[in-house]
Nanobody, 127 residues
């Protein structure tokens, strides 16, 4: 069974930075796409960034230029470097994986593509 464990969340001030990590384990077949999603209070879950096994990436417009997704295959770990954080970035952040190759799709940031999810890590940005 695939397990994902996020860490690195916390509270920062407007303009600060955080780096989220997600350790993936237990998969018996390759997870070709991985992503970060977030859900603010009262909002639907939205895609933040996704990355394919070839390193291709896609970002939500709201975070492009501020966030960077990366992966370390040797460590089975997914990262999200978040810079220039804003109060509107406040949310629970989740990592997710899927065996599908979806990064090139226009809908790559849609949560429905992803099968396995972590429990989330809270990010709070204060003004």
């Amino acid at each position: 069974q695939v397990q994902l464990v996020e860490s690195g969340g916390g509270s920062v001030q407007d303009g600060g930075s955080l780096r989220l990590s997600c350790v993936v384990s237990g998969y018996t077949y390759r997870q070709y796409s991985m992503g970060w999603f977030r859900q603010g209070l009262g909002n639907e879950r939205e895609g933040v960034a996704v990355i394919g096994s070839d390193g291709s990436t896609k970002y939500a417009a709201s975070v492009k230029g501020r966030f960077s997704i990366s992966q370390d295959n040797a460590k089975n770990t997914l990262y999200l470097q978040m810079n220039s954080l804003k109060p509107e970035d406040t949310a629970m952040y989740y990592c997710a994986t899927t065996p599908r190759v979806i990064v090139g799709l226009a809908t790559a940031l849609a949560p429905w593509w992803f099968e396995h999810w972590g429990q989330g890590t809270q990010v709070t940005v204060s003004s």
